[in-house]
């Protein structure tokens, strides 16, 4: 890394793809204040969103970032959305399993935002080998979804939960659920379905050739 700092808008797509150790030493400073970028101060949802991604990253002390991430906040809708989020990136498996459960339940899922964000981290490609337990089940959710929220969130949903994927088994794994969907599966809920998987099925299609 030059001796040049980055700016607040670098660092964006800097954490998204981080993944060496120096660089996640470095975005850990920054968040714990030790680093300034180019003198503009970090929001709340910046740092939150950097403690977040560290913590999928499996940092050192990530547990610690996140409790003292939750701290920090003086906003208190961006602190209940933290909390709600925080176990999609745990670094227990069981805890995640924990959080992918309480979705299931339509009262978890009222805060559509914050489910979408949880969802998007427990599906991240650095977990996507232990997520992919959750991919069926995820799917099947899709009709019911449709019938208890908003018209969008059935699409945002799927999306969400196959973004992390790339592998020529999981493709397999989603076209086997679609294939055995009922005949009466509503017609706009396969379509959501099959665009939610075109990017995995074009993704493994280049890395099995």
Request: proline letters at 8%.
């Amino acid at each position: 890394m030059s001796a040049r700092r980055p700016t607040l808008r670098a660092l964006v797509p800097q954490r998204s793809v981080a993944t060496t150790p120096e660089t996640l030493a470095w975005l850990t400073k920054v968040w714990k204040r030790e680093e300034v970028l180019a003198k503009l101060p970090m929001s709340e949802s910046d740092e939150a969103a950097l403690a977040l991604d560290l913590a999928v990253r499996d940092v050192p002390d990530a547990a610690t970032i996140l409790t003292t991430q939750l701290d920090r906040f003086k906003n208190p809708d961006r602190k209940a959305r933290f909390a709600f989020v925080m176990p999609a990136v745990s670094a227990d498996p069981a805890v995640r399993d924990q959080f992918f459960a309480s979705l299931k339940d339509v009262k978890n899922r009222r805060r559509e935002a914050w489910v979408l964000e949880g969802v998007r981290y427990l599906h991240h490609p650095l977990r996507a080998a232990t997520s992919k337990k959750f991919v069926p089940d995820a799917l099947a959710l899709v009709r019911e979804i449709q019938e208890t929220g908003d018209i969008f969130f059935p699409k945002r949903w799927a999306d969400a939960t196959l973004v992390g994927y790339q592998s020529p088994q999981t493709a397999a794994q989603v076209r086997e659920f679609i294939a055995a969907l009922p005949p009466d599966y509503p017609p706009r809920l396969k379509w959501v379905l099959l665009s939610a998987g075109d990017p995995l099925f074009r993704a493994a299609k280049i890395l099995h050739q």
